[in-house]
């Protein structure tokens, strides 16, 4: 199918570069492999690629920076530097798609073939934002979902959904997709829908004149008018009430609005980003949200996962609040290992702004500069947000023990048990290690510590499906 085509990888770690040589072979005519910058701008001085894959981190510099390319040539972007600046600067080139490492061979494939059938178009806008975290720390696999979503959205002033539960830090992603977007030059202008009383929000939203109702003794600008050039964020969208979500619909329709009180048209120069902790197909269902404003701004659904599906994120989350606590005049603080341990381990119902919280607290509160298990559970019991974490093998014991004893108050068959009990575990492992490698067998099976054949074996014989675990 795109046979006639040649690619060009450039990739430093000889392994990685045959395994993707190897995959990629069949899909082109040339495939050609160097492992520097100055290896790349030699080869492109000769020959012009029909796709570009790349690491970030070579050599000799850095392979997003220093990459340059004619208007219609792809570029996928590889990179173990999984962070928002990364996927932005990694839009910024016009790069096609960006694969955080580990990736799985399956979707980089996927991701050649369309490349290399789709026509050529004009590359990307260059001139985004400087590289920068905006706020956002992590690189479990589902804040990369999201930083990938964040970047696309660069170039584009689509209204976008943030889905996520209370805490997950929905604010700061609409801050950064203003931040990397067109409009970044323009105001952020956040108003809460669930603090507003119900009779003001219409006058909040779109302004009032001078005598519109009792009290209003001069005209005053909406949010709408605050944010025009810029950004409005409408913050918990599903306790808006119904009449105010019509007139909400009729803005986004029409990109027009009349102040309260008002009949002379303004146009809504804003790009749209709203939020919620609801569910709101149920509340669609329900009939408390209209459908029809639902679909114009769900148009780009962004979802944020709890923080308890990214425990690995809790280190380095303690670390930005940490700095972020010492650059306010709070006292420097470390964490000793079992400490943080404990924190991985805590469910944070809260999620990151229960977290930040309790970094600020020990820090003001711990007596020395290093924090123990015993002030985690302190601070966390004084403040009435749980007296501790069982740790995750003494909460299987008792899953295990409860899930035994009623097995034998059925009267399972003899010899029986143990191979139920085994196929449960692990399964219940092999989809959570899955997940957390994007469906990347070769990376699963090595943290599994068993051969990918292996794996392959006992994925088939559980009716696990490794691209949706």
């Given at each position: 199918?795109?046979?006639?085509?040649?690619?060009?990888?450039?990739?430093?770690?000889?392994?990685?570069?045959?395994?993707?040589?190897?995959?990629?072979?069949?899909?082109?005519?040339?495939?050609?492999?160097?492992?520097?910058?100055?290896?790349?701008?030699?080869?492109?001085?000769?020959?012009r690629p029909d796709l570009i894959i790349t690491d970030v981190v070579l050599p000799d510099g850095d392979?997003?920076?220093?990459?340059?390319?004619?208007?219609?040539?792809?570029?996928?972007?590889?990179?173990?530097?999984?962070?928002?600046?990364?996927?932005?600067?990694?839009?910024?080139?016009?790069?096609?798609?960006?694969?955080?490492?580990?990736?799985?061979?399956?979707?980089?494939?996927?991701?050649?073939?369309?490349?290399?059938?789709?026509?050529?178009?004009?590359?990307?806008?260059?001139?985004?934002?400087?590289?920068?975290?905006?706020?956002?720390?992590?690189?479990?696999?589902?804040?990369?979902?999201?930083?990938?979503?964040?970047?696309?959205?660069?170039?584009?002033?689509?209204?976008?959904?943030?889905?996520?539960?209370?805490?997950?830090?929905?604010?700061?992603?609409?801050?950064?997709?203003?931040?990397?977007?067109?409009?970044?030059?323009?105001?952020?202008?956040?108003?809460?829908?669930?603090?507003?009383?119900?009779?003001?929000?219409?006058?909040?939203?779109?302004?009032?004149?001078?005598?519109?109702?009792?009290?209003?003794?001069?005209?005053?600008?909406?949010?709408?008018?605050?944010?025009?050039?810029?950004?409005?964020?409408?913050?918990?969208?599903?306790?808006?009430?119904?009449?105010?979500?019509?007139?909400?619909?009729?803005?986004?329709?029409?990109?027009?609005?009349?102040?309260?009180?008002?009949?002379?048209?303004?146009?809504?120069?804003?790009?749209?980003?709203?939020?919620?902790?609801?569910?709101?197909?149920?509340?669609?269902?329900?009939?408390?949200?209209?459908?029809?404003?639902?679909?114009?701004?769900?148009?780009?659904?962004?979802?944020?996962?709890?923080?308890?599906?990214?425990?690995?994120?809790?280190?380095?989350?303690?670390?930005h609040f940490v700095e972020a606590g010492r650059a306010s005049g709070l006292p420097d603080r470390q964490?000793?290992?079992?400490?943080?341990?404990?924190?991985?381990?805590?469910?944070?119902?809260?999620?990151?702004?229960?977290?930040?919280?309790?970094?600020?607290?020990?820090?003001?509160?711990?007596?020395?500069?290093?924090?123990?298990?015993?002030?985690?559970?302190?601070?966390?019991?004084?403040?009435?947000?749980?007296?501790?974490?069982?740790?995750?093998?003494?909460?299987?014991?008792?899953?295990?023990?409860?899930?035994?004893?009623?097995?034998?108050?059925?009267?399972?068959?003899?010899?029986?048990?143990?191979?139920?009990?085994?196929?449960i575990v692990e399964a219940a492992l092999f989809r959570r290690v899955l997940r957390d490698v994007r469906?990347?067998?070769?990376?699963?099976?090595?943290?599994?510590?068993?051969?990918?054949?292996?794996?392959?074996?006992?994925?088939?014989?559980?009716?696990?499906?490794?691209?949706?675990?």
């Amino acid at each position: 199918m795109s046979s006639d085509k040649t690619i060009l990888l450039v990739e430093d770690d000889p392994a990685i570069a045959m395994i993707i040589r190897e995959t990629l072979i069949g899909e082109c005519r040339h495939f050609a492999s160097v492992g520097s910058i100055a290896e790349r701008n030699a080869w492109l001085a000769d020959h012009r690629p029909d796709l570009i894959i790349t690491d970030v981190v070579l050599p000799d510099g850095d392979g997003i920076d220093s990459l340059r390319v004619d208007a219609g040539t792809p570029v996928i972007v590889l990179s173990a530097q999984n962070t928002l600046d990364t996927a932005v600067r990694a839009t910024g080139i016009g790069s096609y798609d960006y694969l955080p490492k580990p990736f799985d061979l399956d979707e980089l494939t996927a991701s050649v073939r369309a490349a290399l059938q789709r026509r050529a178009e004009p590359a990307a806008r260059t001139d985004v934002a400087p590289a920068d975290s905006h706020g956002l720390v992590g690189r479990a696999p589902a804040m990369q979902a999201v930083y990938r979503t964040i970047a696309r959205l660069a170039s584009n002033d689509l209204a976008v959904l943030i889905l996520g539960e209370s805490g997950t830090g929905k604010e700061v992603v609409a801050r950064a997709i203003h931040a990397t977007g067109l409009r970044r030059t323009g105001p952020f202008v956040a108003i809460n829908m669930a603090a507003i009383p119900r009779e003001l929000i219409e006058a909040e939203l779109f302004g009032h004149e001078k005598g519109a109702f009792t009290g209003a003794h001069s005209r005053n600008a909406g949010r709408f008018e605050q944010a025009a050039g810029g950004t409005l964020f409408l913050d918990e969208i599903g306790d808006m009430p119904l009449e105010a979500q019509t007139r909400l619909l009729r803005v986004l329709q029409s990109n027009e609005y009349t102040t309260v009180g008002g009949n002379q048209a303004l146009r809504a120069d804003v790009r749209v980003i709203a939020a919620t902790h609801r569910d709101m197909r149920t509340l669609v269902a329900d009939g408390r949200f209209r459908e029809d404003l639902f679909y114009r701004l769900n148009v780009i659904p962004v979802t944020l996962p709890p923080l308890r599906d990214r425990r690995s994120d809790i280190a380095a989350l303690v670390r930005h609040f940490v700095e972020a606590g010492r650059a306010s005049g709070l006292p420097d603080r470390q964490f000793a290992p079992a400490a943080m341990q404990w924190l991985e381990r805590y469910d944070w119902p809260g999620n990151v702004r229960e977290l930040g919280n309790v970094v600020q607290r020990l820090a003001v509160l711990s007596r020395d500069t290093v924090v123990t298990v015993r002030d985690v559970e302190t601070v966390l019991h004084e403040s009435g947000e749980g007296g501790g974490a069982a740790a995750p093998a003494d909460l299987i014991a008792r899953a295990i023990d409860d899930w035994a004893r009623e097995q034998m108050a059925a009267d399972a068959p003899d010899g029986d048990l143990h191979s139920q009990l085994e196929a449960i575990v692990e399964a219940a492992l092999f989809r959570r290690v899955l997940r957390d490698v994007r469906g990347n067998q070769l990376e699963a099976a090595r943290r599994l510590g068993i051969n990918r054949n292996t794996l392959r074996k006992r994925l088939g014989q559980l009716d696990i499906d490794p691209a949706h675990p």
